[in-house]
């Protein structure tokens, strides 16, 4: 079961529902965490664990070779991301723009363009009893996070069976890195806030999932700022409401110290036993 935690906006609150989510989980299940928001993970700072695998992750950039090249242009030509740029005796390349495609590798006429590793980021795996936490980190200074969610996609493929639920701690917005995070979950929670900017940017992530032809529900955070707008919205377009956390100044506290919010917040462990029932009917094939 692949849960992906998404919402329209940052800081509405999917790394405190995905830490505690899956921190629950633990407790009766197998459970993995992925923190696929690879431009700032921070889930790691709530989950602890033995470090058990750790690697470099590479994308693909092509290397001129001067000495082969005949300056026939076709490379620029094929570059559909302006990455490679013929300039009379010179072949530039734009490492930053290059969505490692091959395809100016690939029809180079004389092979002067081979494709070579480069460095993006990191993968690391911890695990603690039942849970088990990956998160992935682009370097300083990379463009692209897409390459590197679907790197760590398919490392979680790779370990993790469907016997296990797998929450999927997704960037924010609506752009490719959410597509690629969400792409093949099985069911996203969309998580807003009960104010006029939540609304709107939960709109777009509704459009987005819709687009995808995704399931999806949504859950409040903070419920009790701003006005209910975002419920009648939910109500209006058949959207199920899983759950609706507080907003409480103790909530905050605790998320300052790294510290998990179900554990010692009693209306948040309740709404969160919302959310997991929830998640357990999906996976028993109750669906909605």
Known sequence: MKIAIASGKGGTGKTTLSTNLASFFAGKQDVALIDLDVEEPNSGLFITG?????????????????????????CQQVCHFHAIISLGTQIMVFPELCHSCYACSELCPTNALPMDFRKMGELKH??????????????????????????????????????????????????????????????????????PFGLHDLKLAVETMQELKKQFGVVINRYGIGNDEVIDYCHKNGIDILAKFPNDRRIAELYSRGELVYEKFPEFRKQLELVADYISNLQQGGGK
């Not at 033995?50 to 076709?74: A, N, Q, Y």
């Not at 300083?140 to 897409?146: D, K, L, P, R, W």
């Not at 790197?151 to 979680?156: C, E, F, G, M, S």
């Open 50 to 74: 033995e470090l058990v695998h750790s690697e470099d992750k590479h994308k693909m950039i092509p290397v001129w070779d001067k000495e082969k090249c005949t300056f026939c242009g076709r």
């Open 126 to 195: 911890w695990k603690e009893g039942s849970l088990s936490f990956i998160e992935s980190r682009l370097d300083i200074g990379q463009e692209q996070a897409v390459p590197l969610i679907a790197q760590t996609l398919t490392y979680v493929a790779e370990n993790f069976s469907a016997d296990n639920i797998l929450l999927f701690d997704a960037p924010p917005g609506t752009s490719c890195p959410v597509i690629e995070a969400t792409k093949d979950a099985d069911f996203v929670i969309l998580v807003t806030e009960p104010t």
